[in-house]
């Protein structure tokens, strides 16, 4: 008689439960980023059209190209995940980057931050921050001219009127010497920074667009409250305490909620299931994490903004976060015999 054998396969996350697939919830995270693509062409037009379908396209492609001719697998264009890539990507880069930088972004964050590791499921950095952080290093000047709302001409790409965004304005103003309350008074309101009245990258654009669709992913289940609530509570505690001592040189916690790619990180790059951790525990842990390194980043270090640094910082402690938070396995003994 032929003794029958079971064998159990345990692959790598994310693991799919219930009726959801991978395919299913990729593209519930590109409906949810609707909101802030619209008031991205509301303001920059052209531009940001023409900069997302750029990052996009380029970023199914390469990834087509690395799955069918270098790795010689099956190419899993269709799950949605490369489409993700490249609007992320989009959404942390100026209206009017020069087409060909773009697409060397979406080689890296696609060729290096996802498939050199595996493809999905595999990889441990965010692949579009991955891309992001490489074109801000290799080409600063690109990547720190922002486009003014409204100062892009709507049908042409590279007319554009430029200026510092408000975190820029507020770095560049204080080692100057000058006040927070002197600086305020040539930002934006905030209500303005909330609806993205302000210069800034096409996720930065609107809070508010931003709010929306993470409500839709915490809603539909893609995503828990515990990573974009735990970074957005974090980031008002520590900004909320440096301005208390100090309001002349640090500003007060509801301009670091509203400006930069904080509430993009928080709810659409933070969440990403493959490269933050798997326990509620876990993740607020790597959220807190997350606002800390975010704040003192802007307030201390070279750059204005700090939201791409801290989420790359914080995924590579993503396996020891696992390691430390993962639940007690049933039956466990310790070593205490408790």
Partial sequence: MKENKLKLVISHSPHVHAKSSVNKIMYMVIIALLPALIVSLAYFGLGALIVTLTAVLSAVFFEWFIQKFLLKVKPTITDGSAIITGLLLAFNVPSNLPIWIIIIGSLVAIGIGKMSFGGLGNNIF??????????????????????????????????????????????????????????????????????????????????????????????????????????????????????????????????????GGLMLGSFFMATDMVTSPMTPKGMIIFGVGIGILVVAIRVWGAYPEGMSFAILIMNAFVPLINMYSKPKLYGEVKKNGK
């Fill in 126 to 259: 965010n692949p579009a921050l991955v891309g992001r952080v490489f074109l801000l290093i290799s080409f600063p000047v690109q990547m720190t001219s922002w486009p003014t709302p409204g100062g892009q001409n709507l049908t042409k790409y590279f007319d554009a009127t430029t200026g510092a965004t408000p975190l820029g304005l507020i770095k560049e103003g204080v080692k100057n010497g000058e006040t927070i309350q002197q600086l305020m008074t040539k930002l934006p309101s905030y209500w303005d920074m909330f609806i993205g009245q302000m210069g800034g990258s096409l996720g930065e654009m609107s809070a508010l667009a931003i709010l929306i669709g993470g409500l839709f992913l915490i809603w539909k289940k893609v995503i828990t409250w515990h990573i974009p609530t735990s970074i957005i509570v974090t980031v008002a505690i520590f900004a909320g305490i440096l301005h208390l001592a100090d309001p002349t040189k640090y500003a007060d916690p509801l301009f670091q909620l509203l400006t």
